[in-house]
């Protein structure tokens, strides 16, 4: 129903920035809560920042909050994830994830995200 198609990762040195893009496909964007996640080596799937139409709620990570930021352009149908001061153990493969359509002005992080992007790699050396 939803196709999604990240991209931006990279190789980067700390204390870089990077942005990711994840292109939204269909005409149900608006009506989506969408995220980032990520996954380390050895380590679980985590939450990174989550934001559902009109950026009326966001969610971030305790660690990182401050360093990154989600928004989106809805004309565009894009979500964006603004990553800054980027550290080492940032590194991780990022996933683009939407929820099915998603009614109220409930917070991003009670909805199951269930459709996923391929992911995109983000490797930050030090």
């Given at each position: 129903q939803v196709?999604?198609?990240?991209?931006?990762?990279?190789?980067?040195?700390?204390?870089?920035?990077?942005?990711?893009?994840?292109a939204a496909s269909g005409s149900t964007y608006s009506r989506r809560c969408m995220g980032w996640f990520r996954q380390a080596p050895g380590k679980e799937r985590e939450r990174v920042a989550l934001l559902c139409a009109g950026a009326t709620?966001?969610?971030?990570?305790?660690?990182?909050?401050?360093?990154?930021?989600?928004?989106?352009?809805?004309?565009?149908?894009?979500?964006?994830?603004?990553?800054?001061?980027?550290?080492?153990?940032?590194?991780?493969?990022?996933?683009?994830?939407?929820?099915?359509?998603?009614?109220?002005?409930?917070?991003?992080?009670?909805y199951e995200y269930s459709y996923w992007g391929q992911g995109t790699q983000v490797t930050v050396s030090s």
């Open positions: 196709q999604l198609v990240e991209s931006g990762g990279g190789s980067v040195q700390a204390g870089g920035s990077l942005r990711l893009s994840c709620s966001t969610y971030y990570a305790d660690s990182v909050k401050g360093r990154f930021t989600i928004s989106q352009d809805n004309a565009k149908n894009i979500v964006y994830l603004q990553m800054s001061s980027l550290k080492p153990e940032d590194t991780a493969m990022y996933y683009c994830a939407a929820t099915g359509i998603v009614s109220g002005r409930a917070l991003p992080e009670i």
